[in-house]
């Protein structure tokens, strides 16, 4: 009696030592695998930017003044405490500046009842760039729709084939806004992307 008892103590103290060992193998698995597909999807977008040609990519606002409000979290413009993550890059130039097309694509979307006032979204294969805070206003016409700024000669269809450089709406105040400026945001692949970082790789490749 006295040898079973004993080996049932030992039986359960291997159990319980496989028990730790596993529990503390998935555990180190655990912690290890998470830093490593931050890692990977930080190196893939970064690879992204890096390797395009942006040779017939073009900068959105015609006339340049400065950059309000980077990617990234930051305190809201319109007053308090609260913090936001902020979805794109603003970019500040007169009140009625051109905004040229960033790169050749369709237009997928135009809306004007949003905050960020009238705003225009093209494709460019896994590329979308949005442009909000636009002058003028979304015209509903049969089953499509454009947008109409007559001042600035702009009329831009839903579906439209868009050329690089091509001027495609006027700097304004629409949506919620404290100035005149463009908000440029840019997804690839469904993500959002900072466009700092690809104004810098335009700015090195069209200068090399």
């Known amino acids: 009696m006295a040898n079973l008892s004993i080996f049932k103590l030992k039986s359960r ?16 698995l655990g912690i290890s695998l998470l830093p490593l597909q931050k890692v990977e999807a930080k190196d893939i977008s970064a ?20 950059y309000s409000s980077p990617f990234g979290y930051r305190k809201s413009p319109t007053g308090g405490n609260t913090t936001e993550f902020h979805k ?14 960033w790169w050749t694509g369709q237009v997928v979307e135009l809306t004007d009842n949003t905050a960020g006032g009238t705003t225009i979204k093209i494709q460019s294969g896994e590329w979308i760039h949005m442009y909000s805070h636009l002058m003028g206003k979304v015209v509903i ?3 499509s729709r454009y947008l109409s700024d007559p001042e600035g000669g702009i009329e831009l269809w839903l579906g439209e084939q868009v050329e690089s450089g091509a001027r ?21 692949a469904g993500k959002y992307v900072d466009p700092g ?9 069209q200068n090399a």
């Open 47 to 66: 690879e992204i930017i890096a390797t395009n040609n942006w040779e017939y990519a073009s900068f959105p606002v015609e006339t340049f003044r400065s």
């Open 13 to 28: 103290n291997l159990w319980q030592f496989l028990i730790f060992i596993i529990l503390g193998l998935f555990l180190f």
């Open 168 to 188: 495609i709406a006027r700097i304004g105040m629409t949506g919620r806004t404290t100035g005149p400026h463009l908000h440029w945001g840019l997804k690839y």
């Open 88 to 101: 794109g890059l603003d970019i500040v130039g007169p009140l009625g500046s051109y905004i040229r097309n």
């Open 197 to 205: 970082l690809v104004l810098q790789e335009m700015y090195k490749g």
């Open 141 to 143: 016409s049969g089953n």
